[in-house]
């Protein structure tokens, strides 16, 4: 690579950086005015679309993703060029963030049809089987509460209870963080430079690029259906970026280089 840090991806580094240091130096909650509402909650804004992916939750968050940024999406804006690159970028996180509300619309209409069909049979066992199906983490994190509310067990106030707990979860959800567009960089690079060889921190023996990003997607699925436990990270946006980065990459007929 001729550049050590190409213009695109300098510019995004700056902007994402810039916005941590001011919401950390200033403490302004910026997360709660910019970052992503599902599209049914009270404070949704359509601009959030745009916003919530230069907002990072912690260091962490944002040192993860910054280095995904700089360390391949080099090498894809040497190819796409920056402008098309920026828009590739643009166009893998806002997608990432419609298709993740879009996934987010379904489990709750899912939960809303469960509540109905609780209704159907309602009792303290279909009460503790729902919400060990259909909302986990408040079980396991109040499980004393739950017990407590069966044992004065009234039919009405548990379906109020579930009611809310499901405006909650359309109200409480918040999404932010370049991942989704970061994503849509990994696809792009393994299949523009599929055979580039990575060595990996805690696995330090080199993998082909193919082999790496496929078995990182396979992850990423794997925990979006719950099978690594329970997480406030949206897998799933992740899975989004990473399709649309594939589709934008076939669409303008980008071809392998390695």
């Known amino acids: 690579m001729k550049e050590n840090i190409t213009p695109a991806v300098r510019l995004l580094l700056i902007i994402n950086v810039a916005v941590f240091l001011i919401q950390t130096i200033f403490e302004i909650n910026i997360p709660e005015l910019f970052g992503l509402r599902y599209f049914e909650a009270k404070e949704f804004a359509a601009w959030q679309i745009l916003t919530y992916m230069f907002i990072h939750a912690d260091m962490m968050h944002l040192l993860s993703n910054m280095l995904g940024l700089f360390i391949f999406g080099r090498w894809i804006e040497t190819v796409l060029g920056s402008r098309r690159f920026l ?57 004393i509460d739950v017990n407590n509310f069966t044992k004065k067990y009234d039919k009405n106030e548990s379906i109020v209870l579930l009611k809310e707990r499901l405006d ?20 792009a ?25 496929t078995l990182y997607i396979i992850y990423e699925l794997f925990a979006g259906f719950g099978y690594a436990g329970q997480s406030n990270v949206a897998h799933f946006a992740h899975l989004a970026g990473a399709l649309i980065g594939f589709l934008l990459i076939r669409f303008w007929k980008i071809k392998k280089q390695y």
């Open 189 to 213: 690079f393994m299949l523009i430079f599929p055979n580039i060889e990575m060595m990996m921190i805690f696995f330090p023996v080199p993998i082909k690029a193919k082999y790496l990003v």
């Open 87 to 143: 828009t590739f970028y643009m166009v893998c996180g806002m997608g990432a963030g419609m298709l993740n509300s879009g996934i987010l619309y379904i489990e709750h209409k899912m939960q809303q049809n469960a509540i109905e069909e609780y209704a159907k049979d309602a009792n303290p066992d279909t009460f503790v089987q729902y919400l060990e199906t259909h909302d986990a983490i408040f079980y396991k994190k109040y499980p």
């Open 168 to 187: 909650a979860k359309k109200n409480g959800h918040l999404m932010v963080g370049a991942s989704g567009a970061v994503f849509g960089i990994l696809i």
